[in-house]
């Protein structure tokens, strides 16, 4: 009986030992698998890691060469910012100036145009006073016109106005009928007045009475005795036309003064003597 005792408890271990042996199998073979599960995983991290180090490594290039490019272009947009700005800040400057210019002028076309008022305010004045100096001249020489004197000729017995003094003579003149040329003879010397040629023989002046020569066209005419404002006449030229000589005074010195009168057709002397 205790034989039988010995022989079954080596069984009894053995068969544990099996199912340790087993189970250990069993752990060592998922630890194998779960090993080698893990060594791919790790394997296809490392890969995905490799993988990613290296597009980082090609992102990091290509933001090198934005980077590059980038500071490039700011370079050039400052460039051509600083440029703008520069040419910015001139045209403000230029226009600043033109400003200050522009009121400047404006300033003085103000007083260009107070001054031009002014000037028109006074030239209208200065024309409303010659308006009425002209009106007041035109009255005194149609009153001076009325007191021209009307005498005959000596010669044609014609009447003619004549002038008795040199206001009355400028009347004559600004008439434009006739030439006129004033003389002073004196007593003895021949004189050329016009086209003609005078001399006074004789001067009194108590009665106001001269004798005169006229030398004309190779000839001689001799007015004896004439009076004051007496128009004495003859004809001179190719085609003989009237002359008038009119003496306005006789002094006591034996000198005469007056005009002589030609039509305005009349030849004109190269040098006039006295007008």
Do not use: C
Not at 53 to 72: G, P, W
Not at 124 to 149: E, F, M, Y
């Amino acid at each position: 009986m205790s034989d039988e005792i010995v022989e079954r408890t080596p069984r009894t271990y053995s068969g544990a030992l099996l199912a340790a042996i087993a189970v250990a199998l069993l752990l060592g073979l998922g630890g194998i698998l779960w090993s080698y599960n893990l060594s791919g995983k790790l394997a296809a991290q490392q890969q995905a890691l490799a993988n990613a180090t290296a597009q980082n490594a090609k992102l990091a290039a290509a933001q090198q060469d934005t980077d590059a490019r980038l500071n490039v272009a700011t370079d050039e947009l400052k460039t051509a910012l600083g440029l703008t700005q520069k040419q910015l800040d001139t045209r403000s400057a230029a226009l600043q100036v033109r400003e200050v210019r522009g009121e400047q002028t404006t300033a003085r076309l103000a007083t260009a145009q107070q001054q031009t008022a002014g000037q028109v305010a006074a030239v209208q004045t200065d024309v409303g006073g010659v308006k009425t100096d002209v009106a007041k001249t035109q009255s005194d020489l149609a009153d001076t016109n009325n007191q021209l004197t009307s005498m005959k000729g000596d010669l044609t017995g014609h009447s003619t106005l004549i002038a008795r003094n040199g206001e009355e003579l400028e009347i004559l003149k600004h008439k434009g009928d006739r030439n006129y040329y004033q003389f002073t003879l004196v007593r003895g010397q021949k004189k050329q007045v016009g086209t003609v040629s005078l001399e006074l023989k004789k001067a009194d002046s108590k009665k106001s009475k001269y004798t005169i020569a006229v030398f004309s066209d190779d000839k001689q005419y001799e007015k004896k005795d004439k009076s004051l404002n007496e128009p004495l006449q003859f004809y001179s030229g190719k085609d003989p036309m009237l002359f008038e000589i009119v003496v306005n005074n006789v002094s006591a010195k034996n000198t005469v003064t007056g005009y002589l009168s030609s039509p305005k057709g009349a030849p004109v002397p190269a040098v006039i003597a006295e007008r």
